[in-house]
């Protein structure tokens, strides 16, 4: 019995080195590509800098990256503010109109992005020149509005997540003490929703940098975001300088996530709550 | 929430004394749900709106997008037609079986993961499933048009060992597709595993054991049955995008691998038919509906019998 069990242990933990080497063999392959010296990516030219260098001559990577930055950063911000303002309101005043709520929460996440983006692009036409709104003939705008969507949904649902799995006596508490509604909000109810807030907000600008799908119909000639100019990179001939760009993003990335975990856990969760809440579970 | 009026006979049965408030304070709460409907409701409700409209109307000539004069079912039928079809038919083949081998993957991993692995390690690990995906869904794909080109390196490891005796063929087909779906989505199947199987502590599956049920019996009847909400959330996670998705085919697919997402796209994009464009993007919604509902239904018919004879019942029956 004893040698039946271990091999089962065994194999299970066999199985885990096998997942994570799928998981990971894609990643891996970039980060060595990007040091190719070849003219294209997929076709090894030898080692060296060469394309991290053409990053700093290239405007258009440049450009892109910072156009998605500034997507990234400015959706986030209107995903974390109008998803928190939901999540507590979901959680903390619950009454007739929530079912139909989530119901719309609900429809946001399931619709796939692909009709977002066909629905946008038209949408946008719209209220650009047929409403006479110029504000939505701008790259930038366009892309914060259509990224932030998917966003605010997460957002919701992460800090509704939170706030349920905490008791209502502080805030009640709060009142009773003759706090002020919104000095209740901002000094007891925002600082127990800290982390949620937090892990929502990285992950809605993760979401905004990683948008391809909406992205790729509703952005203007001039404002491409990285994502798209590496789409149509796909089309007409992929560069190294596009490996060499994802390994820095990645980095930047890893950094930002292990800035979270640390703020997570100092705020006292374990790793698995950690997982559950960025999972948004 | 009933209303209390203030000369009505206190009954307080639904909320404890401590728990009044004035009504002026739960207002505002409420309220702070707003913005966030107003912002959906004009970018996510209208538009999609919109496109519902369009499904119903045609094609002007070469250079209009769409007209509405006219109403009628005719590009419901123009995006069901056998041409057409054969790509749903395609995306839902591609669907089903990449969230099923996503499903056995994550299984016994997220099981180890949740149960097996050391608990100081479970943070680095958890972190680890989710490193790729918070790489950017592109780059991967990419890294995987790399790994599977007939000219390169694994190409040729597999070559030299001697497993195969021409160059790998698989870019631009269905199973390049597949590969690429399972890599993208499968941190999303992992997760809710591994919270719900999180959730089925110790002692529950000790208590099956001291019981004399054997590790495997312990597993079919305790562990999954109680996993079976994170199952559920798994299996949409994947599902659901994996059916819309156009990136993956468009990178790894090719012409024999295409997706209805890139059918939708190319009717908005190239064709410049948005009518049937439209009319695509509904049947691609109703085709995820209908078969999320189909199979959540056949599940529920099979488990009848399991449930009927197997049931634990607490207590004395009624």
Known sequence: MKQRTSLIDLSMRAWAVIVFAFLFAPIIIILIYSFNNGRLLVAWGGFGFDSFASIVTKPAIRDAVWV??????????IATVLGTLAGVALARRAGKWVPWFLVLLVLVTVTPEIVDAVALLPWMV???????????????VRLVVGHSLFSTAVVAYIVRSRLIGLDESLEEAASDLYAPPLRRFTQITLPLVTPAVLAGALLSFTLSLDNTIVAAFVQVSGSTPWPVYVLSAVRTGLRPEIAAVSTIMLLLTLGALA????VLRRAGDSATDIAKTVGGG | MTTHSTNAPVTMLDTPPARRRPDWLKGPRAALALPAWAWLTAFFVAPVGMVLWFSFGYKPGIFGTHANDRLSFDRYAEALSPTFFQTFQNTLWVGVTGTLICLAISIPFAYWLAVK??????????????????????IRTIGWQIILAPEGWF??????????DEPLDVMFTRTAVLIGVVYNYLPLMV????VAFD???LPLREASKDLGAGRWSTFINITLP?????????????????????????????????????????????????????????VLILTILISAAIAFLVAWLASWPLRARGRLVLGSPK
């Open chain 2, 117 to 138: 692995a050391a608990n100081r390690h479970r943070g680095i690990l958890l972190a680890m499933v989710m490193i790729p995906f918070w790489t950017n869904f592109l």
């Open chain 1, 68 to 77: 998605s930055l500034q997507a990234g950063v400015i959706s986030a911000l």
């Open chain 2, 191 to 194: 997760l809710p595993l591994f």
């Open chain 1, 259 to 262: 800035l979270v975990a640390v």
């Open chain 1, 126 to 140: 719209f209220l650009g020149q047929d409403v006479g709104l110029g504000l939505f003939d701008n790259g930038i």
């Open chain 2, 199 to 201: 959730r089925v502590i």
């Open chain 2, 155 to 164: 190409s040729g490891l597999l070559q030299a060992t001697g497993a195969l």
């Open chain 2, 226 to 282: 109680l996993a079976k909400p994170g199952i559920i959330v798994g299996i949409l996670l994947v599902y659901i995008p994996l059916m819309g998705d156009y990136i993956t085919a468009t990178v790894l697919g090719g012409a024999k691998g295409n997706m209805a997402g890139q059918m939708v796209a190319n009717q908005f994009q190239t064709a410049q038919n948005w009518a049937l464009g439209s009319a695509m993007a509904v």
